[in-house]
């Protein structure tokens, strides 16, 4: 069975950081973009990072920029993303996911372009 997990979520003060995990069993991440989403309650989802198959690109979203960085492990077959300086407004639920349809340059934030999903873990930033 394909399957992605997230962990590392939690409770942090603002200003904190926390380090998401995303290990894939059932498959082999090598071949894949990984993304991180998010969510938070009555907002729609939003793209948070992605990371290209190959490791040579990376994205981000603005409002995460210089605070927030993707790294994969392929020996581990886990993703990270190291978040620093977290804000109340980075609460929420937030999700990896796996493309392996794009090109192995390419760290797209399309959600339409992942195959699989996480279950999620929850964030969250107290001010």
């Known amino acids: 069975q394909l399957q992605l997990v997230e962990s590392g979520g939690g409770l942090v003060q603002a200003g904190g950081s926390l380090r998401l995990s995303c290990a894939a069993s059932?498959?082999?991440?090598?071949?894949?973009?990984i993304g991180w989403f998010r969510q938070a309650p009555g907002k729609e989802r939003e793209g948070v990072s992605c990371i290209s198959s190959s490791g040579e690109s990376t994205n981000y979203a603005d409002s995460v920029k210089g605070r927030f960085t993707i790294s994969r492990d392929n020996a581990k077959n886990t993703v990270y993303l190291q978040m620093n300086s977290l804000k109340p407004e980075d609460t929420a639920v937030y999700y990896c996911?796996?493309?392996?349809?794009?090109?192995?340059?390419?760290?797209?934030?399309?959600?339409?372009?992942?195959?699989?999903w996480g279950q999620g873990t929850q964030v969250t930033v107290s001010s």
């Open positions: 996911a796996a493309a392996g349809k794009v090109p192995i340059t390419v760290a797209t934030m399309d959600p339409m372009a992942f195959d699989y």
């Open positions: 059932g498959f082999t991440l090598d071949y894949y973009a």
